[in-house]
T-cell receptor
Framework: DAKTTQPPSMDCAEGRAANLPCNHS???????VYWYRQIHSQGPQYIIH???NNETNEMASLIITEDRKSSTLILPHATLRDTAVYYC????????FGTGTRLQVFP | KAGVTQTPRYLIKTRGQQVTLSCSPI?????VSWYQQTPGQGLQFLFE???????NKGNFPGRFSGRQFSNSRSEMNVSTLELGDSALYLC??????????????FGEGSWLTVV
């Protein structure tokens, strides 16, 4: 079973920041938090991952709470092309996908 | 560099037939894993291969099998196809397994329709 809980859907206005939350209260010490997104009919796209420090790359930022029980993926300036299902995954050695958050970016 | 390549992208098979799907990982990646995605069950892990050995297996019947070649390319096979096997089959590659910090990259998938 997936070890994460995400809201099923969220909306965001184009140009605004999209903040996608994820709860992973049973995460263990050596497990990373990964984020992927999937645009309809395509393979999941890697976004970012982290262990305990906040991470940033060209796509997004990942904020992990100090107790590591939750995290937030931030898309700083959402565009229409960011409309997708976003998966938060806690993994040791393989990815176990939950149902994800369907993010709808509107004009 | 080239991403994960899966072939064929689309195929239609008849119940009872078998199918073989192919995956070429990113150059230098030696771990390949397979996932099945259906509307009802979501994304489910099938199995993982590293150095031509199956390292991990999901909860699927024995009709689902796979293998990995010395060049890290992988194939998965589904025998005696059932209607419920209709799905998007995804291949993912990474440098090595059992490293929680690895980045795992996915291909575009193979769409299988069983009629």
């Amino acid at each position: 079973d997936a070890k994460t809980t995400q809201p099923p859907s969220m909306d965001c206005a184009e140009g605004r920041a999209a903040n996608l939350p994820c709860n992973h209260s049973t995460i263990s010490g050596n497990e990373y938090v990964y984020w992927y997104r999937q645009i309809h009919s395509q393979g999941p796209q890697y976004i970012i991952h982290g262990l305990k420090n906040n991470e940033t790359n060209e796509m997004a930022s990942l904020i992990i709470t100090e107790d590591r029980k939750s995290s937030t993926l931030i898309l700083p300036h959402a565009t229409l092309r960011d409309t997708a299902v976003y998966y938060c995954i806690v993994t040791g050695d393989k990815l176990i996908f939950g149902t994800g958050t369907r993010l709808q970016v509107f004009p | 560099k080239a991403g994960v390549t899966q072939t064929p992208r689309y195929l239609i098979k008849t119940r009872g037939q078998q199918v073989t799907l192919s995956c070429s990982p990113i150059s230098g990646h030696r771990s390949v894993s397979w996932y099945q995605q259906t509307p009802g069950q979501g994304l489910q892990f099938l199995f993982e291969y590293f150095s031509e050995t199956q390292r991990n297996k999901g909860n699927f019947p024995g009709r689902f099998s796979g293998r990995q070649f010395s060049n890290s390319r992988s194939e998965m096979n589904v025998s005696t196809l059932e209607l419920g096997d209709s799905a998007l089959y995804l291949c993912a590659s990474s440098l090595a397994p059992h490293n929680p910090g690895n980045t795992i990259y996915f291909g575009e998938g193979s769409w299988l329709t069983v009629v």
